[in-house]
Structure formats: structure tokens, C-alpha cells
């Protein structure tokens, strides 16, 4: 991992913003160490959908990223590629729907997260927000042993088809047209589109995860929440879904409760 630039440290963490390897290209982020000697456990931060035209490099996670660090977590926020000054997005891929680019580089992320000097390798874990959420599952289904645990907020749903339906259909219709004509629709090629969905592989998930959702979610819509709690809960996964009664996407009066939530489940599963 590469330093760049140290900028917005405080007396709880120093700040840095980042550079590491994801295959072939470059990703950024920032990094937060907390002052003292260490190891520390670490998270990995995969951050919600934001418009690559004004992402800016940490954004998405303020909140969290502050919180944590001053738990004494070492945290790593990933812009992903095409985000900030990472490499750019491959032509040719799907990285828009399918998220298996930003899965490689959230993977890679904790992979350069734990050869650092103050991190404990044993004691690192994922959280995600919103697309982020999606990110985290695919990582964990694809890396069983990768990481402790993992934490999701307002999570994207767990089948692909879902969330074009949801975004790119209304919004991007000539490139879900494209996808369907060299894939098959999920009618015609159901098991295409199955194998792009986290859901179809919860058998792998190996470690507790810890989800948050909001009743009255605009984005994400509650009922995914509760589709993806009881297929985990069918296929074995230790898991737990906190539900926020009025709460929206981005989360207000209730997050401070929900942070609380974090931290104890992430001091439980790496202290």
C-alpha cells in the first residue's frame, strides 16, 4: 500500500489517503490509524453508489469511518476502480450491474489492509453501505475465509436481477437490453443471472454477518432485507438483521443506536 498524502488527522487517528494493487489496475482510498502502537483489527469499507462524475476519494462513510477509528479500528475505505484517482473501469466490463469489479477491489483492499505493520491480520472484517452491502456479500461468498465478520447498512438486494430491475431498467434501458441480448433475460437464462446473485451461494458464508435496515428505506426497499435474512437463515449463515422502525436509506435519529450495534458485534468477533 502506497501513502499519498496524510490529511484530516485528529488526536483519536491519523488520516491518510491511499494507494494499493487490485489486479492490473490502481485503487485509492483513505486509511485511519488509530494513534498508538497497535495491532490493531481492521475493516474494510466498501461505500454505497455515488455518481462517478462527484465521488470524491472517502465519500460515503464519513460517519462510520470517524466512529470506528476511534473504537481503535484500523479502517480502509475503498474508492473502488473508476472512483477518484483510481485506474479506470476496463472496457468491456459490466461493472455497473454486476459489482464484480468493486468485489475484486474490496477484496484486495483487505488483502493490502492486513500486510500492514499495526494491523492484526486474524481481527479484520467488512462493512458495506447500500451497493456496498451488495459488495460485502459477494465477498464473502466468493473469500469464505477472507475476513472475521461483516456488517451491512441498507443493503442492495442479494439478487442481481432485483437491482437492475430496480436502477438500470428505468434508467439505463439500452444497456439492460444489450445485457439481455448477449446473456438471455433472467426468464430465458435464469441460470446465468442466478450465478451473479450472492443468494446462491450463502452456503459458503463462513462467518457472522450483522445487517441494518430501515422500514421506510426509499431505496432499497425493506422486504429485500427480510428475503435475504431468511435465505441465510435456510442455508446456516450466523446472521442477525437489526430493523429501524421509520428510518430511511441514509440513516438519522437511529444511527448512533446502530453504530452501538457495530461496535459491540465487531469488538465480540475480533477482540
Same mark, same amino acid.
Given at each position: 500500500m502506497k501513502v499519498l498524502r496524510e490529511?484530516?488527522?485528529?488526536?483519536?487517528?491519523r488520516r491518510f489517503e491511499v494507494s494499493y494493487p487490485s489486479g492490473r489496475l490502481t485503487i485509492t482510498g483513505v486509511l485511519f490509524r488509530p494513534r498508538g502502537q497497535g495491532p490493531f483489527p481492521g475493516v474494510v469499507?466498501?461505500?454505497?453508489?455515488?455518481?462517478?462524475?462527484?465521488y470524491v476519494t472517502g465519500q460515503g462513510l464519513r460517519r462510520e469511518q470517524d466512529r470506528l477509528a476511534r473504537e481503535g479500528y484500523v479502517v480502509l475505505h475503498t474508492d473502488y476502480r473508476g472512483h477518484a484517482g483510481s485506474s479506470p473501469i476496463p472496457e468491456g466490463t459490466e461493472e455497473d450491474e454486476s459489482r464484480l469489479g468493486y468485489t475484486r477491489d474490496t477484496i484486495n483492499a483487505v488483502q493490502a489492509m492486513k500486510r500492514l505493520p499495526y494491523v492484526d491480520p486474524e481481527r479484520t472484517a467488512l462493512l458495506g453501505r447500500s451497493m456496498g452491502g451488495g459488495v460485502v456479500m459477494?465477498?464473502?461468498?466468493? *473469500?469464505?475465509? &477472507?475476513?472475521?465478520?461483516?456488517?451491512?447498512y441498507a443493503s442492495v438486494s442479494s439478487d442481481i436481477v432485483d437491482n437492475i430491475n430496480r436502477w438500470a431498467v428505468p434508467s439505463r434501458p439500452d444497456e439492460v437490453a444489450r445485457l439481455y441480448r448477449k446473456h438471455g433475460d433472467p426468464r430465458t437464462a435464469p441460470e446465468f443471472w442466478e450465478g451473479l446473485s450472492a443468494r446462491t451461494y450463502f452456503d459458503r458464508i463462513a462467518v457472522p454477518l450483522q445487517m441494518h435496515h430501515g422500514t421506510n428505506d426509499e431505496s432499497c426497499p425493506i422486504r429485500w432485507a427480510y428475503t435475504t435474512r431468511d435465505l441465510m437463515a435456510?442455508?446456516?449463515? *450466523?446472521?442477525? &438483521?437489526?430493523?429501524?422502525?421509520?428510518?430511511?436509506h441514509a440513516f438519522g435519529p437511529q444511527w448512533d443506536l446502530s453504530i452501538r450495534?457495530?461496535?459491540?458485534?465487531?469488538d465480540r468477533h475480533l477482540g
Open positions: 490529511a484530516g488527522s485528529t488526536d483519536a487517528y469499507f466498501a461505500h454505497g453508489h455515488i455518481d462517478t462524475d462527484i459477494n465477498v464473502l461468498v466468493a *473469500q469464505p475465509d &477472507l475476513v472475521r465478520a461483516g456488517v451491512t435456510e442455508a446456516g449463515v *450466523q446472521q442477525r &438483521l437489526w430493523v429501524y422502525e421509520g428510518e430511511q450495534r457495530v461496535v459491540r458485534f465487531l
